[in-house]
């Protein structure tokens, strides 16, 4: 029920009271709009039914729409455990609505942040919006932790990433217009993240392009060369006179721009490959330590 008789256009910001499988809400037009024409902008442009107190009556389960009208006022999607539902429920009731309630889910963008301690590359699954992938490096060098990670699952809940990594859980978040993680069990231990670059899946280097190590290892340079492939695919390939690493052949996985996920071919480990300034830096390779950075051969420059 509209809470006067003008035009559509007239009374956004007027009330309108819906009837909901029995459990009532009063809310306005502007509100039920707020991303755009849905369900509700049809409902009141034509003859609906209406219960004894006038109200649209909608034959759904009230008590699921109560989350969405939530998010239709503040943008973010509360808490639903006491529903009793997935989020997967949640967002195909709110498609009956026609409205998409994902970007409430979480607003963290999906890209590469870093911090003092971390390289942290999030990525969202595109079926399942309240799943993401972590990969990344945890660097505190100065108490000797350099760890390598490669797509942690991690669930939404309330908006915050939760992420359990070393027995640990870590929140990732924004905090008003920034973004942080930090541990729950441990005082201050928030770190502000710095947003860097977006998903990208083209390749941040020449096709050919030779890398070399900055310091000889064992005697010589490692050599790292790319090589493209039919379909897109693309290899690295390491050079040096040790054995166990030399024809050492990974396919690259682009991540973004700055990071690089190597699928080892010979064991099927995996190692990330990440670019600083104009310097690479591997890590989790077995052989190959974090300090060894990789620049352009002079032949390429």
């Not at 499988?21 to 509100?31: A, D, M, P, R």
């Not at 396919?251 to 064991?267: A, K, P, Q």
């Amino acid at each position: 029920m509209l809470s006067n008789k003008k035009g559509v256009d007239g009374f956004m910001f007027d009330i309108i009271h819906l009837n909901i499988g029995g459990v009532k809400f009063s809310t306005t037009l502007s509100t039920l709009s707020t991303y755009g024409e849905n369900f509700f902008t049809a409902l009141v442009r034509m003859p609906s039914l209406r219960d004894g107190d006038g109200a649209y009556f909608i034959d759904r389960e009230g008590k699921y729409f109560e989350p969405i009208l939530h998010y239709l006022r503040a943008g973010v999607l509360p808490d639903i455990d006491y529903l009793n539902i997935t989020l997967d429920f949640l967002i195909k009731e709110a498609n009956f609505y026609s409205i998409d309630i994902t970007p409430g889910i979480c607003d963290l963008k999906e890209g590469l942040y870093t911090s003092k301690k971390w390289i942290l590359f999030l990525e969202k699954d595109p079926m399942h919006p309240w799943i993401y992938g972590v990969t990344g490096v945890e660097d505190d060098r100065e108490n000797g932790v350099v760890n390598a990670f490669i797509k942690n699952l991690c669930f939404v809940k309330n908006g915050v990433v939760l992420w359990n990594y070393n027995n640990d859980e870590f929140h990732i978040q924004k905090n008003e217009n920034d973004t942080i993680i930090w541990n729950p069990s441990e005082f201050r231990s928030d770190q502000p993240l710095f947003y860097r670059c977006p998903i990208s899946s083209e390749f941040p280097l020449d096709i050919g392009v030779t890398l070399v190590s900055d310091v000889s290892y064992e005697g010589s340079p490692i050599e790292i060369v790319f090589t493209s492939h039919t379909q897109g695919k693309i290899t690295a390939q390491l050079k040096h006179t040790r054995v166990d690493i030399n024809g050492e052949r990974s396919i690259v996985e682009v991540l973004s721009r700055r990071l690089l996920i190597m699928h080892t071919l010979s064991d099927s480990s995996k190692w990330l490959f990440y670019l600083h300034s104009d310097l690479f830096f591997c890590f989790g390779h077995p052989l190959l330590s974090y300090e060894i950075s990789f620049h352009r051969s002079d032949d390429d420059l």
